[in-house]
């Protein structure tokens, strides 16, 4: 009896000390780890409230972030948005918003964090941009 008792947790332990997957599993789905964290948190704190956790905001009042053809067509336009909000009518993806997006009082740096994982989230495939980039369109 004592043989089996000393077996179980030697056994427990071999059987949860694989190797360790690249994402993580939740209700059935894979979870990748960001490639972006610093921006995945300013997105979290910032921008999760409207554009919701998957980047598909709410259709006809928050634009999606997730597959945005307005996003992904100007990065130049990506990074005065994160930086100063938008005011004003703006179609993404055939449908019309015009809501106001106050500015988020993001340090240059998190303009290019929150920018650079949104570029390259749920399907995103939007490249990167740099901190020069961010200071030619934000003039800092």
Not at 48 to 77: I, M, T, W
Not at 112 to 135: A, F, P, Q, R
Request: net charge negative; with cysteine; aromatic share 6%.
């Amino acid at each position: 009896m004592k043989k089996i008792l000393l077996l179980v947790p030697i056994t427990l332990l071999f059987a949860c000390g694989g190797e360790k997957e690249e994402g993580w599993a939740t209700d059935d789905l894979l979870v990748q780890p960001s490639e972006f964290p610093a921006g995945e948190k300013v997105y979290m704190t910032s921008c999760v409230s409207c554009h919701q956790k998957n980047g598909e905001g709410l259709e006809g009042v928050f634009p999606p972030l997730a597959n945005s053809d307005y996003l992904l067509a100007d990065k130049k336009r990506a990074i005065d948005i994160a930086a100063n909000g938008l005011n004003g009518e703006i179609v993404v993806n055939g449908v019309t918003y015009d809501a106001l997006m106050a500015p988020q009082g993001l340090s240059n740096e998190e303009v290019k964090d929150v920018v650079n994982y949104v570029l390259n989230s749920w399907g995103n495939d939007g490249g990167e941009v740099t901190m020069k980039e961010v200071e030619e369109v934000l003039g800092k």
